[in-house]
């Protein structure tokens, strides 16, 4: 974020939550807290555009004091939770593309500039989310997939000898282990795969986030699929009917499906891309974990006097859940 000029008036610090093109109701905005430490939930124009912002302390948002203070997981947690809000109250009465977690501006002019001289991807993404909303699905090799090479190593224990035959039936076990662990893991990937594919038909888009760790899922079974599908409303009937005979027990043997939504479009609000430019098969390199389901651990962006580029901006509350 750029200093003011030498010698004029510091203009403030402004957080920027949404982009939309008609302002929500003066009530909503006066009923919803962003950021505890910010002044109320007010509307910039620029452009024919209408901007969702709060006037915010430097003290505390500031580029050292905020860095400092999202590296505290409460803390992180507590600015995720604002900004969701934040972007929420924004789309009370249309579609919005929802900007990355403390997106910061030098003053209410600095903020209208960046809009404005983005307005024509900002209007083009306003139109392909219209009446759009987004799901998220993950996909886990279950238990049993990740224990099947125990289990296919027990035929060659039973053979297992003494003398010089142990040797053999030690590298006889070892082999069919490493089998084993590899066919049950090719076999759950597919599946994964398998459900990506059957889910797209349903969509009209959709990316692949990075995979999350066993540590952050809390999962002996790593995770295969982190997926978010962009959904038609009038085909949300037929999603979810989709998502509930996947997550049937017996459907996918070797995976556990869960999911959850309808949530506001964050992962195709991308405004620093063509959003013509769909490319299903992406995996971003930037997602930041965890992801809609945990409660929300965004990645801070950098403050500049333009908007940072978009990051993978986390949902921090669970919506309704589909499952079995």
């Given amino acids: ?120 991807v900002l209007d083009a993404l306003l139109d392909r989310l219209r009446d759009r909303t987004e799901w998220a699905v993950k996909v886990h090799a279950t238990e049993r997939a990740k224990d099947a090479a125990v289990d296919a190593a027990a035929p060659a224990q039973a053979g297992a000898g003494a003398g010089a035959g142990a040797g053999r039936a030690y590298l006889d076990r070892a082999s069919a282990r490493r089998r084993g662990r590899q066919d049950a893991n090719a076999k759950a990937a597919a599946e994964a795969d398998a459900v990506d594919t059957e889910l797209r038909r349903y969509a009209v888009a959709a990316t692949r986030h990075r995979p999350q760790s066993e540590r952050l899922t809390g999962r002996r079974a790593p995770q295969l699929l982190n997926a978010a599908y962009l959904v038609e409303n009038t085909e949300c009937a037929a999603f ?59 990645a801070p962006d950098h403050t500049e006097s333009d908007p940072p580029a978009p990051g993978r901006t986390e949902q921090p509350l669970r919506k309704q859940e589909a499952g079995a």
């Fill in 1 to 120: 974020m750029s200093a003011p000029p030498a010698g004029a008036a510091d203009p403030g610090i402004v957080c920027a939550f949404a982009v939309t093109r008609t302002p929500p109701d003066v009530a909503t905005l006066a009923s919803v807290t962003g950021h505890q430490e910010g002044g109320p939930l007010r509307v910039l124009r620029a452009g024919g555009l209408c901007l969702v912002v709060q006037d915010v302390p430097a003290a505390l948002f500031g580029e050292e004091a905020l860095a400092e203070r999202l590296n505290r997981p409460d803390d992180l947690e507590r600015c995720a939770r604002a900004h969701h809000r934040g972007v929420e109250a924004a789309a009370g009465q249309g579609p919005v593309v929802p900007l990355p977690m403390a997106t910061l501006y030098h003053g209410d002019r600095s903020a209208e500039q960046a809009v404005v001289s983005r307005k024509s």
């Fill in 240 to 298: 979810t009917r989709v998502l509930a005979r996947l997550t049937a027990a017996g459907r996918h043997p070797a995976v556990e499906v869960s999911a959850s939504g309808p949530w506001i479009p964050y992962s195709f609000a991308r405004w620093d891309e063509d959003p013509d430019a769909t490319e299903p098969d992406r995996t971003e390199p930037g997602h930041t974990e965890p992801d809609h389901t945990e409660p929300g651990h965004p």
